[in-house]
Nanobody, 118 residues
Framework: QVQLVESGGGLVQAGGSLRLACAASGRTFRLYAMGWFRQAPGKEREFVARISLNGAITNYADSVKGRFTISRDNAKNTLYLQMNSLKPEDTAVYFC???????????WGQGTQVTVSS
């Protein structure tokens, strides 16, 4: 089992940048593929990005491709999401999640709010 805690959210102007972090408890972080998701008010949760166990493979939603970068530091048990060129439509609660390579995200953080003003 792994516990996840997100941080780094906040209020930023359009065009700005934020870096989210997701700290994982335990010594098994390296055994999980990790993902970022987001949920805007009144909308369903949507996939943002995913990274493989060793960080070699990443995938992105089309809406963030070229602007967001997912990365991980297995020595620090931490997942990151670098968000550049932010847009008002990026406003949402951002969640990190862990997938024990089963195809399902079994563990979720509590979320961190990102608000982009126009």
């Amino acid at each position: 089992q792994v516990q996840l805690v997100e941080s780094g959210g906040g209020l930023v102007q359009a065009g700005g940048s934020l870096r989210l972090a997701c700290a994982a408890s335990g010594r098994t972080f390296r055994l999980y593929a990790m993902g970022w998701f987001r949920q805007a008010p009144g909308k369903e949760r949507e996939f943002v990005a995913r990274i493989s166990l060793n960080g070699a493979i990443t995938n992105y939603a089309d809406s963030v491709k070229g602007r967001f970068t997912i990365s991980r530091d297995n020595a620090k048990n931490t997942l990151y999401l670098q968000m550049n060129s932010l847009k008002p439509e990026d406003t949402a609660v951002y969640f990190c999640a862990a997938d024990p390579v089963s195809g399902n995200y079994a563990y979720w953080g509590q979320g961190t709010q990102v608000t982009v003003s126009s």
